[in-house]
């Protein structure tokens, strides 16, 4: 086989195999994280004073941003029935996982959501 070939070859195999390691431990980061989220679920984990700080700190995170992001958005109505509906509590929640968004995309998906909530 030609020295290119095998080369390339080699240099194709490695790659490959980086390539899935990567997704393994991007993938097992995301859980991580989707599990540090969850816990704001439950108040003998997080008091709901802190969920702010986690979805903070989740958020500044550029793995995270989405995962914080989608979290607020699933549970919407469990955060507003926790800290009530017109509360400056509900509106910090918003900067903190929205403040890190810089497209137009992301303009248009926040306002499509609010939109249609009393918030």
Known sequence: MDK???LFRHIWLLLGNTEAHLRRELSSRHAFIYRYLLTTLDRNL???????????GVAV????????WRHLKAHWHYLQSLFGNST???GTFISAVTSHFTTEYDYQEVHSLFSSFLV
């Not at 997080?46 to 903070?56: E, G, R, S």
């Not at 995170?61 to 995962?67: A, H, R, S, V, Y």
């Open 61 to 68: 995170n550029p793995e995270g941003q989405l995962l914080a």
């Open 88 to 90: 400056y509590t509900m």
């Open 46 to 56: 997080v008091k709901p004073q802190d969920i702010k700080v986690v979805l903070a």
């Open 4 to 6: 290119f070939l095998l």
